[in-house]
């Protein structure tokens, strides 16, 4: 640590009650150095340092301010304008530190891992003996700004990912016989995340309990995110993409790390869900469960199952509107990977009330007859097959439906822009009746008493499309900004 031109006033005094140090320092040039690690700063400041010969109590009350701060430690690159300081702490022999340490970062600006992020903190620290045991140390941390931006650090100031209009951040943690135990809980008002193409507009709330630090063995976690008054949209016009409104959305969560791999338990309930596809409205109650076995933090994958439950569903189309509409959709052999967008492929099956909503979607241009729906009644379908999803093409492989009389194959791809795909619908006794639905956002064509050969030629289209999606790089969001 160097100090070159510093200057300390230091007055001593004492008498039968204790110890007194007054002092004043200043330091126009501080300059700190551990290995890489680097810090360039200045200090001003001036207090108290007073012991009790009684009590043997020691104080500590101070006033200061950092000046314009520069840390860099690899990638990682901190600079503030200014940080002023207020403390008080005070210390007993064989008991853990008490007081309060409290100060301000004037534009905070934080570059790591290729992401910038830039705020005006108020940040408080509070220190006390826990109630177990007075030698061991809890530290209650609040951290309140007026807003956040976060943004790729090579990106302009334009295209943030995540935005806030005010937030709270409370942190309770204790040190006991080396075992840490946190509680974290924040809200962040009007955020704004943007995942690719994909945004979310909600009001966050978060309470998790972790035991044990990141770089550990073994550390766990547990807790809940809430969105309020969530929206969550992809696509930018009322026609084309997707989106979602969820008055209050849940999402419970466990977390396991092992060095670099883990498992997690998730939940989410999502009741009065309301959203599109496409122009198609649609109302739902919703609620899901996963289990990932295992997640490795490194590579970004996790592999696992799921299970999707729609309930008390509504479809709005200008023909043949659908109420009181239930699905069950589970997942396995689910293995996603965290890269420029999430990527995923996995094995499913479902059971419906019955096929109401595919049939009123394709019916809704007027193209699609209603003979289709009456001569194939679809009651309590079950599905199987896959879904996988390369960048923002998703792709769903019906290899099996079957309900009463019918059986039905088929592919269905969705896209930005919208969706295609084809089905086989035939009568299980006699395959030869049968009909064969080709569709996409703007069309539907009926093809009576086709075969596995029409519907061949339109899985060859698919996967033509699907393994365009696998060779191609993800294109950046329609603003220009990265994900």
């Known amino acids: 640590l160097a100090a070159p031109r510093a200057r300390a006033d230091l007055v001593a005094s004492s008498d039968l009650e204790g110890q007194k140090l007054r002092f004043a320092l200043n330091a126009p040039e501080l300059v700190g150095r551990a290995g890489e690690p680097r810090l360039q700063t200045s200090l001003l400041a001036h207090g108290t340092l007073s012991q009790s010969t009684r009590s043997r109590r020691t104080v500590l009350d101070a006033v200061g301010a950092f000046g314009a701060l520069d840390f860099v430690s690899g990638s990682t690159h901190v600079i503030a304008r200014r940080m002023p300081l207020r403390t008080r702490l005070t210390s007993y022999p ?149 989106s979602i409104e969820v008055p209050k959305l849940d999402l419970r969560y466990q977390l396991e790390k092992v060095r670099d791999e883990g498992n997690a338990k998730l939940s989410v309930s999502a009741p009065g869900s309301q959203g599109r596809i496409g122009a198609t409205r649609f109302a739902t109650d919703l609620t899901s469960s996963m289990l990932l076995d295992a997640l490795d933090f490194q590579k970004r994958t996790a592999t696992g199952s799921a299970v999707l439950r729609l309930t008390d569903a509504a479809l709005f189309t200008t023909l043949d509107p659908v ?37 009123s979607v394709l019916a809704a241009d007027g193209t699609l007859p209603h003979w289709v729906s009456s001569i194939f009644p679809v009651r309590e379908p079950e599905l199987k097959g896959s879904v996988a999803r390369v960048c923002r093409l998703t792709d769903f492989r019906l290899e099996h439906l079957s309900a009463g009389p019918t059986v039905s194959v088929g592919t269905f791809q969705s896209f930005p822009d919208g969706f295609r795909g084809a089905v086989l619908i035939q009568l299980a006794a006699f395959t030869p009746f049968s009909a064969g639905l080709s569709f996409t956002a703007q069309q539907t064509d009926v093809s009576p008493l086709v075969g596995e050969a029409w519907l061949g030629r339109w899985n060859q289209y698919f996967s033509r499309k699907l393994g365009a999606a696998h060779e191609a790089s993800c294109p950046k969001a329609a603003e220009g900004c990265a994900n």
């Not at 507009?201 to 976690?221: F, K, L, Q, W, Y």
């Open 94 to 242: 064989g008991r853990a530190l008490e007081g309060v340490l409290q100060g301000d970062l004037d534009k905070l600006v934080v570059t790591a891992g290729g992401v910038r992020v830039a705020f005006d903190p108020h940040w408080e620290a509070r220190f006390a003996p826990t109630r177990a045991n007075r030698a061991a140390s809890a530290v209650h941390l609040l951290l309140t700004t007026e807003a956040i931006l976060a943004r790729d650090a090579a990106e302009p100031d334009d295209c943030p990912w995540f935005q806030t209009a005010r937030s709270r951040l409370e942190a309770d943690t204790e040190v006991d016989g080396g075992t840490k135990e946190r509680h974290l809980a924040a809200h962040f008002s009007n955020a704004r995340l943007r995942w690719g193409d994909v945004t979310t507009v909600a009001s966050i709330g978060v309470d998790s309990r972790i035991a044990g630090d990141p770089n550990d063995e073994r550390s766990t976690a547990e807790g809940i995110v809430t969105l309020d008054s969530a929206r969550i949209s992809q696509g930018q016009s009322s026609s084309k993409g997707w």
């Open 323 to 359: 109420h009181d509409w239930w699905a069950t959709v589970k997942l396995d052999g689910l293995r996603a990977e965290l890269g420029e967008t999430l990527g995923f492929h996995a094995g499913f099956a479902a059971r419906a009330r019955d096929a109401s909503p595919a049939f």
